[in-house]
C-alpha cells in the first residue's frame, strides 16, 4: 500500500525544498535546520538558498568547514548565478584555484571590507571567526554537523537569521585534547553546532531531505537501516537506473570474484584470514590496492540514467581510518593506481566516486575501541559510491563484536546518540555477511 502511495522521488524532494525555502522567507524564525542523509544534494540546497536570498536583495554570508568546500560552494553558486558579485573571504597566503579564477564576478581577500560589498561572502568557520565587525540579514551554514559549537558562537554575532545543513549521521567534531571537563554542560564545545542550537531553541522547524541522489538502490535502504534508523531516506534512483559493466576480461581470481560481484549487487565483502594483526596490515593494504587497479585494468563503465562513462582513476576512492594506512595503500598502488583516491574517512566527507573500496576499521584489532566503533566513521567510508562498495575485512568481526558490547559511559544531560556504533557496525556486518567472497 505505501509503495501505491509514494510520490516521485523528485517531487518528494521538491517538496521538502520548498517547505525549507518557504521558512526561510517567512522570517518566522531565526534559524531553519535541515538534516541531509548522503548525497541528497545538501550543496545544491546551499547554492539554490543562497541564489534565491540574494536575487531577492539580502545580503548573506556562507561558513563551511574546509576550504575545499567554500570553492565547490563558489564555483556552483558562480554557474548557477552568473551575474552574482560573489566573494571569497580567505587566509592571507590562499591562492585561488582554477575553479575560482575562472569566475570574474568572485573576489578573493582577506580582509571583508577588500571585497567591495559582494551579495555573498563565503569563507571558512575559522577564517569567519576572525573577522569582527560587520553584520548580514542572513547565513548559511553548510556542513553544520560537523562545525563545533564553539565555532558557532564565535561568528553567531555576525547574522541575525541562519540556515544549517548538515548530515546528522556522519562524523561528529573531534579534538586533540581532553573535552571530559565540559562533557553534559548544555554549552559543551565539542557537541554539533546543530546540537547545542537546538538544545537552546527546542522550536526551530527541522527539515530532513528524504532522498539519496548518490547511493544507488542497492545501498540507500542498508546505509539508512544501519545510520538512520529513526529518519531514514530512499535511492533517487531504481534497481535498473545504474549498471556497472566491463569491457576487458580478468583471470577469475578472488579479487575478480569481488568486482563481479559488487557490479551485480552494488556489495562486496572480501573477507581475508582471521587474524589479529598491526593496523597496517600489509595483507589489507595489498587486497586494497589489488581491487582498486583490477577495477581500472578491466575497463570498468558506469552507467546511470541512460549515460554511460569509463570509471577512470579519478572516480574510484579507497577509504580507511588511519593515515598509516592509508599511506600503505598508496604505497601498494603504484603509478598504474596514481589517480586513485587514497584517504582517511574524515577527508572522504561530502565526496563522491562510482566504485569505492573499504578497509574496514575493526579488520585484524583485538578489540572494538570508541574510534574504531563509532558510527560515523563506517557510515562515510560506506556512503560514498554511486555503483558498487567493496569493503576489505580479516574474518572475524562479528565475533569482536560479540565480545565487545558497547560500552559507552552514560552522563547526565547528554543526549544518547542513535544508532550508537556498534549497532551500525553489527547492522552493516549482517548485510556484508551476505555479500562474502572468502580468500
Not at 544549517?164 to 565540559?182: C, E, H, I, K, M
Not at 600503505?328 to 563522491?352: K, P, Y
Request: include cysteine.
Amino acid at each position: 500500500m505505501r509503495a501505491a502511495l509514494e510520490l516521485p522521488p523528485a517531487v518528494e524532494a521538491e517538496r521538502v525544498i520548498t517547505a525549507v525555502l518557504a521558512d526561510l522567507r517567512s522570517g518566522d524564525h531565526r534559524g531553519v535546520v535541515v538534516d541531509s542523509p548522503p548525497g541528497a544534494g545538501k550543496s545544491t540546497l546551499v547554492v539554490r538558498a543562497a541564489a534565491e536570498l540574494a536575487g531577492a536583495g539580502e545580503p548573506l554570508i556562507i561558513i563551511a568547514q574546509t576550504n575545499e568546500q567554500v570553492d565547490d560552494l563558489i564555483d556552483r553558486l558562480a554557474r548557477k548565478a552568473p551575474g552574482l558579485r560573489i566573494g571569497r573571504l580567505s587566509a592571507g597566503d590562499y591562492r585561488p584555484s582554477e575553479r575560482i579564477t575562472a569566475h570574474e564576478t568572485v573576489r578573493v581577500a582577506a580582509k571583508v571590507a577588500d571585497l567591495g560589498g559582494p551579495a555573498v561572502i563565503i569563507g571558512t568557520a575559522a577564517k569567519w571567526a576572525t573577522v569582527t565587525e560587520g553584520s548580514w540579514p542572513w547565513a548559511i551554514v553548510d556542513e553544520a554537523y560537523q562545525m563545533r559549537s564553539d565555532a558557532l558562537l564565535r561568528v553567531a554575532g555576525r547574522f541575525e537569521r541562519a540556515l544549517f545543513v548538515g548530515d546528522p549521521g556522519q562524523l561528529d567534531p573531534f579534538s586533540t585534547v581532553d573535552v571530559a571537563r565540559w562533557t553534559g554542560l548544555t554549552w559543551d564545545p565539542m557537541q554539533s553546532a546543530v546540537a547545542v542550537l537546538l538544545r537552546h531553541n527546542p522550536d526551530l522547524p527541522v527539515h530532513r531531505l528524504p532522498v539519496s541522489w548518490r547511493l544507488p538502490a542497492s545501498a540507500a535502504p542498508v546505509v539508512a537501516r544501519a545510520f538512520y534508523p529513526f529518519t531514514g531516506f530512499r535511492a533517487g534512483t531504481g534497481p535498473d537506473d545504474r549498471v556497472l559493466t566491463f569491457t576487458e576480461a580478468g583471470p577469475g581470481d578472488t579479487v575478480d570474484a569481488a568486482v563481479e560481484l559488487a557490479a551485480t549487487s552494488g556489495w562486496a565483502l572480501y573477507e581475508l584470514p582471521a587474524r589479529h594483526t598491526l593496523r597496517t596490515d600489509s595483507e589489507a593494504a595489498a587486497a586494497c590496492a589489488a581491487l582498486a587497479l583490477r577495477v581500472l585494468q578491466r575497463g570498468a563503465v558506469a552507467y546511470s540514467s541512460g549515460e554511460s562513462s569509463p570509471v577512470d582513476a579519478s572516480r574510484i576512492a579507497v577509504g580507511a581510518a588511519h593515515r598509516d594506512q592509508v599511506a600503505a595503500i598508496r604505497a601498494r598502488l603504484g603509478e598504474a593506481g596514481a589517480g586513485v583516491t587514497v584517504d582517511t574517512a574524515n577527508r572522504l566527507q561530502g565526496r563522491e566516486y562510482d566504485v569505492t573500496i573499504v578497509l574496514h576499521p575493526l579488520s585484524g584489532r583485538r578489540d572494538a575501541t570508541g574510534f574504531h566503533l563509532e558510527s560515523g566513521r563506517l557510515c562515510v567510508l560506506t556512503s560514498r559510491h554511486r555503483h558498487a562498495c567493496i569493503v576489505v575485512a580479516r574474518a572475524g568481526i562479528a565475533e569482536l563484536l560479540d565480545a565487545h558490547p558497547s560500552t559507552e559511559v552514560v552522563h547526565l544531560n547528554v543526549p544518547v546518540k542513535f544508532p550508537d556504533g556498534w549497532e551500525a557496525n553489527q547492522s552493516m556486518q549482517s548485510h556484508f555477511l551476505g555479500t562474502r567472497v572468502s580468500v
